[in-house]
């Protein structure tokens, strides 16, 4: 595995449009952007498409479904059903087949290199939807959204975490600043913003002269390697998405919302206590 890390540029820290393509496409990787341990892809068929079988390697695996239905098979185990927000977790070395609903499937694929194997594990998204400690509100006036743990505490894993945040219209999100570099590294997958919907999206470590300032629309994925990351909706429109992480060191890193703020803002904490491990 890499363990080198590319600089944050526009090259290397924004993957446009990963929706676009029909079929199994990878595109966050260490040798493709700025990333040590995380991968994603997308795993997009019509409802006429044949079945498709992943085989995760050396990689644990999530299995995000983020637009229609499909059921997927791990070999040796049992069928899923999913639809949006389901959420699979399968260990490396494993056979999964994916066989599209009948309005076809899109499925965020997440994975990192792992030591060691843990259970598939299933999560169904109205029941995180019903868990305080993986659905929550955070932030004040002008920075309100609604956070869902999709890939947490709730499920035993290495190094992969992953959810879902909706902003309310013209708010930032991931506010105040925050950062978490020596334990995690981070992507964020914006969805569910039509046209002509965006966002701005910033990571700096000098907020002076940020690393990357850019506008993000739906399907685009912008790097979290390191630094701060807040982002921004266009008034009346929301910013909206999935985030991945993946820890620096197996197990050890693996925690939701121990995060430094930027000391500018740090006197309110980071909203994200509820998300924690459990005690």
Same mark, same amino acid.
């Given at each position: 595995? =890499?363990? *080198? ?12 449009? *990963? ?5 199994? *496409? %990878? ?7 700025? =990333? ?9 068929? $019509?409802?006429? $498409? ?15 479904? +983020? ?24 260990? %490396?070395? =494993?056979?999964?087949?994916? *066989?599209?609903?009948? !309005? ?11 030591? %060691? ?13 019903? #868990? ?7 932030? /004040? ?16 894993? !290495? ?14 999100? =991931? ?21 002509? &919907? ?20 739906? /399907?685009?994925?912008? +790097? ?19 985030? +991945? +992480? ?21 006197? &309110?904490?980071? &909203?994200? #206590?509820?998300?924690?491990? %459990?005690?």
């Amino acid at each position: 595995m =890499s363990t *080198t890390l590319l600089p944050i540029s526009p090259t290397t820290g924004i993957v446009r449009d *990963t929706a676009s393509t029909k079929g199994r *496409t %990878r595109t966050v990787s260490p040798e493709l952007c700025a =990333s040590r341990h995380l991968h994603y892809g997308r795993i997009i068929l $019509d409802a006429t $498409d044949a079945p498709l079988t992943i085989e995760t390697a050396g990689h644990e695996t999530g299995f995000v479904c +983020m637009k229609g239905a499909a059921t997927l098979a791990v070999a040796g185990g049992q069928t899923y059903a999913v639809t949006p927000y389901d959420t699979l977790y399968v260990p %490396r070395q =494993s056979t999964v087949v994916v *066989t599209p609903g009948e !309005g076809g499937c899109d499925i965020a694929e997440i994975s990192a290199p792992v030591e %060691r194997p843990h259970p598939v594990q299933f999560v169904k998204y109205a029941d995180v939807l019903q #868990d305080a400690g993986l659905h929550f509100k955070a932030g /004040g006036p002008g920075a309100k959204r609604e956070l869902s743990i999709l890939i947490g505490k709730n499920v035993e894993s !290495g190094r992969i975490l992953c959810g879902i945040t909706f902003s309310e219209p013209g708010n930032w999100t =991931s506010w105040p600043p925050h950062e978490h570099a020596q334990m995690l590294e981070e992507a964020y997958l914006y969805v569910e913003m039509p046209p002509p &919907g965006f966002g701005v999206q910033f990571v700096f470590n000098d907020n002076q002269q940020p690393e990357l300032a850019t506008f993000v629309r739906e /399907g685009d994925v912008v +790097m979290i390697p390191q630094g701060y990351h807040p982002n921004v909706a266009a008034p009346g429109g929301q910013v909206n998405f999935l985030w +991945m +992480m993946a820890a620096i060191r197996e197990d050890e890193d693996r925690q939701f919302g121990v995060v430094n703020v930027h000391p500018d803002f740090a006197a &309110g904490g980071s &909203g994200l #206590d509820p998300g924690k491990a %459990r005690k």
